[in-house]
């Protein structure tokens, strides 16, 4: 009997970094992984050339094939809309390049710092509010870590350290257990939370050593995933999060919502459902923050406010993420009902959700 034979890496599971270096970076690839016209390109190649496309083909895998429409390739094609010029639409639309206190490291809240570990990210998220950071000029990363971390050691105040980026999951899991260890050296540092949506885009990235760097952390992590979509959440997903909550992390979720992916009660409740499912607890639900090249993914305030009192109506509290908007200056996120009801009163808003 002759049998195929199968080259032995064939076999092998691909690593996250195997898939990283795999991922689409050109809209003509993306067309064809998904069999759509060119004609859904229009624009494509001018807006990507501000922000470039990438996007992981496990993600891809998630997208529905023939439709241009679809709620998870809307997050990642880049469109000529980007290119419209909107009063309102800045580079800086949360205004962090007041909050820097060292390179790379942003205190906007009391108690809480974030450190830019990285510019890089698995995914290149149209409406991401960093789309214009100054990363070369802003990073702690390696080189840079220790005057971050002189900093927060220099200000006892500060109990809670945020690891973003671009995405700190693109760190190797050795450079988050150093950066870790270091924090966890500084006495007043009592909790590390991670915003990172690589195991979303790449669920693969949630490997033995990112579970071991996990389970042997000194100090509680927290894990606020980044889920825009239930369809995003397929089992892949589900089983890395199995993983995740084994080590003891505390998980969570924030979507932003956007025109066109979840701006519609039933998504924004199958989400939440789906998320319980996997043992991740949906936290906040954003307004989107106004930089530039992203005014087509907006969603009226009012609008905004009646979705989530529908999802109120049909969830338990604890399902129903609070819908804030960063406010630059602000002393915690500021709930969206506060900032229309200041709208309509005229007064000041002293709502805030921490
Ligand atoms: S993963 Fe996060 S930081 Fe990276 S592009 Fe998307 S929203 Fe921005």
Redesign the pocket.
């Known amino acids: 009997m002759i049998t195929a034979s199968v080259h032995p890496r064939q076999l092998e599971p691909r690593t996250w970094q195997q898939e990283l270096a795999e991922a689409i970076t050109t809209p003509e690839e993306l067309a064809a992984a998904l069999g759509l016209s060119r004609g859904a390109l229009a624009g494509a190649h001018a807006a990507g050339r501000h922000f470039p496309l990438r996007v992981p083909r496990s993600f891809v895998a998630r997208m529905r094939p023939g439709d241009p429409d679809d709620p998870l390739l809307r997050q990642v094609l880049p469109v000529a809309a980007e290119l419209a010029d909107e009063a309102e639409y800045v580079s800086d639309p949360v205004g962090e390049r007041g909050a820097l206190r060292a390179p790379g490291l942003l205190q906007k809240y009391r108690g809480r710092a974030l450190l830019i570990t990285t510019p890089a990210?698995?995914?290149?998220?149209r409406?991401?509010?960093?789309?214009e950071f100054p990363y070369a000029q802003q990073s702690a990363d390696a080189p840079r870590w220790s005057e971050a971390l002189a900093e927060i050691a220099a200000d006892a105040s500060l109990a809670e350290i945020i690891l973003?980026?671009?995405?700190p999951l693109s760190l190797s899991n050795a450079r988050l257990e150093s950066l870790t260890r270091a924090l966890a050296a500084i006495p007043h540092v009592r909790r590390i939370r991670v915003?990172?949506?690589?195991p979303v885009?790449l669920p693969s990235r949630v490997d033995d050593g990112l579970l071991h760097w996990l389970r042997t952390s000194t100090r509680p992590i927290v894990f606020v995933l980044?889920i825009n979509h239930p369809n995003e959440l397929d089992a892949e997903l589900a089983a890395a999060c199995a993983k995740l909550r084994a080590t003891g992390v505390t998980l969570l979720n924030q979507s932003?919502l956007l025109a066109g992916v979840n701006d519609d009660v039933e998504v924004l409740s199958e989400l939440s459902l789906r998320l319980f499912d996997a043992g991740v607890l949906p936290y906040y639900l954003h307004a989107l923050d106004r930089v530039r090249g992203a005014a087509h993914f907006a969603v009226a305030d009012e609008r905004a406010q009646a979705l989530t009192g529908e999802l109120a109506a049909r969830l338990p509290g604890y399902l129903v993420p609070r819908l804030v908007r960063e406010v630059a200056g602000a002393p915690a996120k500021v709930a969206l009902g506060a900032i229309l009801e200041q709208a309509k009163s005229g007064r000041q808003c002293g709502q805030a959700e921490t």
């Open positions: 990210c698995a995914v290149h998220c409406y991401c509010f960093r789309r973003s980026g671009g995405d915003h990172t949506r690589q885009v980044h932003v």
